[in-house]
């Protein structure tokens, strides 16, 4: 397997390596197309995807990227159930407006889907609320509370619940620490929910 870029998020390269080369993918706020870019070079994906910002989309299409300007609140219901094998929504679902909802449409417009959280369980976080009295602000969290779009954080915990109501199946899923290595705990763990910064699932319907 071809390497990474070496300037790509820790949680970008563990996506990479969840998907299989040959397949259909779409990723949901694609940024500036590294990801994609990467899995249509190396892996030989059909690799779309889908960006909010105009010049991030302009930057992809710049660069031959099959990506177009949509919106994960709004967008995703107009794609056919499995459309694709793999959808992704990376450090994303905490910024949308009806995070369950988007789930669903995930999963029903991918046979998978890869989603990647900030853990706001995590313990720089908790001490920061309970010491200082203030919103965080973390590599993850990287923005003050006013300036954020994130507006539905939660803990791995949390998240894990969500999975459980919906009655989804987790293939795979990796705690990160923050210096962007994996957490040796089980994802379940309470420790694993305080010393992980961020997680990434892997899911599929039953």
């Known amino acids: 397997m071809a390497d990474t870029p070496a300037d790509i998020r820790p949680d970008l390269k563990i996506v990479a390596d969840w998907i299989a080369p040959n397949s259909r993918v779409l990723d949901i706020g694609c940024g500036d197309g590294t990801l994609l870019a990467y899995l249509g070079r190396e892996k030989g994906v059909d690799a779309r995807g ?8 302009n930057r992809c299409v710049a660069a031959g990227l099959s990506v177009i300007r949509g919106d994960a609140n709004s967008d995703l219901s107009l794609y ?7 959808v992704l929504l990376t450090q994303t679902l905490q910024a949308v407006e009806q995070p369950r909802t988007v ?5 029903r417009v991918g046979t998978r889907a890869v989603v990647s959280i900030p ?8 001490l920061s609320l309970l010491f200082n009295g203030h ?10 509370w006013y ?15 969500l999975v459980k109501e919906m009655g989804l199946i987790i293939e795979d899923a ?23 910064e961020q997680a990434i ?5 039953k």
């Open 50 to 57: 889908i960006e909010i910002r105009r010049a991030k989309v």
């Open 80 to 86: 056919p159930t499995d459309s694709f094998d793999y």
């Open 103 to 107: 789930l669903e449409e995930l999963i």
């Open 119 to 126: 853990n706001f369980g995590f313990w720089r976080i908790r």
């Open 135 to 144: 919103m965080p602000v973390t590599k993850t969290l990287d923005q003050p």
């Open 147 to 161: 300036e954020t779009k994130n507006i539905h954080l939660c803990t791995i915990q949390d998240f894990l619940d």
């Open 174 to 196: 990796v705690v990160l620490k923050p210096d962007g290595t994996p957490a040796r705990s089980p994802v379940a763990s309470q420790r694993a929910n305080l010393w992980g």
């Open 201 to 205: 699932f892997l899911l599929r319907r």
